[in-house]
């Protein structure tokens, strides 16, 4: 029996297990335990949590994530996503706020702050003639 909070999520917890892996699209509205593999996109309205064994092949989009294992691709988390030690990103991060374990390995772009618009870059001020 699912539990509802007063936002309407589900306080389910879903779980891949070691030696499981997953190929296809995953979306739910609870929170996702991953051991095991999945290659595809993973979206979750709740707390993503990649154990050190875990592993994704894919866009994740969620609302907190804490990431132990390895991730290769685009990750959007719209508050905050911790890479712990033995975690590997590789790929473009977006989100509000990051912490980054030393160990962690990071190999790609981010950027922090709203993560529901696009951020725009600001013009160069230099111009042709300055160089």
Same mark, same amino acid.
């Given at each position: 029996?699912?539990?509802?909070?007063?936002?309407?999520?589900?306080?389910?917890?879903?779980? &891949?297990?070691?030696? =499981?892996? &997953?190929?296809?699209?995953?979306? =739910?509205?609870?929170?996702?335990? !991953?051991? #095991? /593999?999945?290659?595809?996109?993973?979206?979750? *309205?709740? /707390?993503?949590?990649?154990?050190?064994?875990?592993?994704?092949?894919?866009?994740?989009?969620?609302?907190?994530?804490?990431?132990? #294992? *390895?991730?290769?691709?685009?990750? &959007? !988390?719209?508050? *905050? &996503?911790?890479?712990?030690?033995?975690?590997?990103?590789?790929?473009?991060?977006?989100?509000?706020?990051?912490?980054? +374990?030393?160990?962690?390995?990071? +190999?790609? =772009?981010?950027?922090?702050?709203? /993560?529901?618009?696009?951020?725009? =870059?600001?013009?160069?001020?230099? /111009?042709? *003639?300055?160089?």
């Amino acid at each position: 029996m699912a539990l509802k909070g007063n936002s309407g999520s589900s306080t389910e917890l879903n779980f &891949i297990g070691k030696g =499981t892996q &997953i190929e296809g699209n995953i979306r =739910t509205e609870s929170s996702i335990h !991953v051991a #095991g /593999t999945i290659i595809g996109k993973l979206i979750c *309205k709740n /707390t993503v949590t990649l154990s050190e064994n875990g592993r994704i092949e894919g866009d994740v989009e969620a609302v907190n994530a804490v990431i132990g #294992g *390895k991730i290769k691709g685009k990750v &959007i !988390v719209s508050e *905050k &996503i911790v890479l712990e030690a033995k975690s590997s990103l590789i790929g473009e991060l977006k989100a509000k706020k990051l912490i980054i +374990d030393e160990g962690a390995l990071f +190999d790609g =772009t981010s950027s922090m702050g709203v /993560t529901s618009a696009p951020v725009a =870059t600001a013009p160069s001020s230099k /111009t042709e *003639k300055d160089s």
